[in-house]
């Protein structure tokens, strides 16, 4: 039997509830529960997985305060994510989509010390194995590594020993380990580059720079080595790769010029087998290189600017092809593209005003501007290059409030169309209104599809993209679904008696699924779950 896409089912079901089905003939006789219960779990719709409140709690008030699932992260096909106590009580769980099956890991015991934030953070998959950085009061910031069962939940190694912390990130998979850096004790070394593959013995110092450093790149999948740029305040910005060994980790490129305390690597984007990346100096000014690792292969693109106090924004890669923006003092935007050749690196267009790159859909750039009278602008601008072009007005319903002005929250591109959340009535505290929006580049093709999006910045609505072209959004007290019309828009019906999903957010793929959290009323948030497809 052909499996019908999800999106269909459900808006074919709606239509025939909303009378456009059948007559009806009078009440179905009355099931058993298992039957019930059968058809329930063949039904699509969200379900809560499980409760996360230890046993007894009483839940507070403030939402933000609210223990719930974090950092959700699929490992080899099994969910794993945290959840923490305001005493900074936190367990790692895991979860295969089953109440029985989403289990507690392992708890680790109340705290004092003053942390600001998670006690677990980093987690990174590495094969079937969990790596992530933990604060213990005994260890301190410390390496674990977790196998999914408590006695497998361990520190890696004591890096620094006692309750010294060993400070970094950059958490990269290289070679089927895990590459990281350290930041040593001030006065036992600088920033350093470990390489490990989850036991003590294994867990070794590839270099030591020397000195405090920021690193920022990405690893390259074909030559398997991670290629990195380093930049301190006193010395350079250099270009580095590594495949995870001593002999094996070389200085690529010196670029001679001192890193600056605002930032001197402005991003980074690995495109296939190349990394681009913007370097600003006073110098210099703006400009865009690429590397693939080699001393050859790495080149001056393009400046983008005279200035190095020009803003820019994270790129979007679109087939191969870079987009990203720059806005100067003016504020003047500037819509860039680059296929990493010199020739292949072009400004498409310029605006005399702020704005933000939505994404690339039909050929176009499409970027979101303010009207002088107070609503948005969608336009468009031809990747092959030509004048920019005006698709249409989206109006602002608090344009007369001159405070009330709209602005952009998010934006996600999906099989050729973007959708994209739109505040209003606020471009820092919480906005009057969210609406969602979809457009294919075209006047036509530009529609609003929902409004009521969940507006705290502490909860705000993520779009979660699906493979059908459909999308996934929180609003009005529930998960929503979009086919891209207004008429496939809708409420998605729970499938857990007497809860709704409000609030949802981080949702994440893992298999067939799609976990989230949500706050279904007390006692507090849960981890529910959708199946992709019917």
Not at 275 to 287: H, K, M, S, Y
Not at 378 to 386: C, F, K
Request: proline share 7%.
């Amino acid at each position: 039997m052909r499996t019908r896409s999800w999106w269909w089912v459900v808006a074919a079901g709606s239509v025939l509830g909303c009378g456009a089905g059948p007559e009806a003939v009078g009440p179905e006789p009355l099931r058993d529960g298992a039957e019930v219960h059968a058809r329930m779990e063949a039904a699509w719709g969200t379900r809560e997985v499980k409760q996360v409140l230890p046993p007894g709690r009483t839940p507070g008030t403030r939402l933000d305060k609210e223990p719930r699932p974090e950092l959700l992260t699929d490992v080899a096909g099994t969910l794993y994510f945290v959840v923490q106590e305001e005493d900074q009580r936190i367990a790692l769980w895991k979860s295969d989509g089953t109440t029985a099956g989403t289990v507690v890991v392992k708890a680790f015991p109340p705290t004092n010390a003053i942390l600001g934030g998670l006690r677990i953070g980093r987690m990174t998959p590495v094969g079937s194995r969990l790596f992530f950085h933990c604060f213990e009061p005994a260890l301190g910031w410390e390496l674990w590594v977790s196998d999914g069962t408590e006695g497998g939940t361990r520190p890696v190694a004591d890096l620094t020993p006692g309750p010294g912390d060993s400070g970094g990130g950059g958490f990269s998979v290289l070679n089927g380990s895990l590459s990281f850096f350290r930041n040593a004790p001030a006065g036992q070394g600088g920033t350093e580059l470990w390489h490990t593959d989850g036991t003590a013995a294994g867990t070794v110092r590839v270099m030591d720079f020397g000195r405090y450093t920021t690193p920022y790149g990405d690893v390259l999948p074909t030559s398997g080595t991670r290629v990195f740029l380093t930049e301190d305040f006193e010395e350079s910005v250099r270009l580095w790769r590594t495949d995870g060994t001593a002999a094996g980790t070389v200085q690529v490129k010196d670029f001679g010029i001192p890193g600056r305390y605002q930032r001197t690597i402005m991003w980074t984007q690995r495109v296939e087998d190349t990394l681009l990346f913007v370097l600003q100096d006073a110098v210099n000014g703006t400009r865009l290189w690429r590397t693939d690792g080699t001393a050859s292969g790495t080149r001056l693109l393009k400046r983008l600017d005279a200035s190095a106090d020009v803003a820019l924004f994270p790129p979007q890669v679109v087939d191969g092809t870079v987009v990203f923006t720059l806005t100067d003092e003016g504020p003047s935007l500037e819509v860039w593209k680059t296929d990493g050749t010199e020739a292949g690196t072009l400004r498409l267009d310029a605006f005399g005003r702020d704005g933000q790159l939505l994404g690339v859909a039909g050929g176009f750039a499409t970027v979101l501007t303010r009207t002088e009278d107070g609503h948005s602008k969608l336009w468009r601008l031809p990747m092959a290059g030509g004048p920019k072009q005006g698709v249409a007005v989206l109006p602002n319903p608090y344009s007369d409030d001159p405070k009330a002005v709209p602005g952009l929250r998010n934006a996600v591109t999906v099989d050729g169309r973007i959708y994209f959340a739109r505040t209003l009535g606020a471009t820092v505290q919480t906005p009057r209104d969210v609406d969602l929006w979809v457009t294919d580049g075209t006047a036509e093709g530009t529609r609003q599809l929902s409004s009521g999006l969940t507006r705290p910045d502490v909860f705000h609505s993520p779009l979660f993209g699906l493979d059908s072209g459909g999308l996934l959004f929180s609003a009005k007290g529930n998960v929503w679904v979009t086919d891209g019309t207004v008429q496939g828009t809708h409420a998605v019906d729970s499938l857990t008696a007497n809860k709704t999903p409000a609030e949802a957010a981080a949702f994440t793929r893992v298999g067939g699924q799609v976990f989230f959290r949500a706050l279904p009323g007390a006692p507090g948030f849960s981890l529910w779950a959708i199946p992709l497809s019917q």
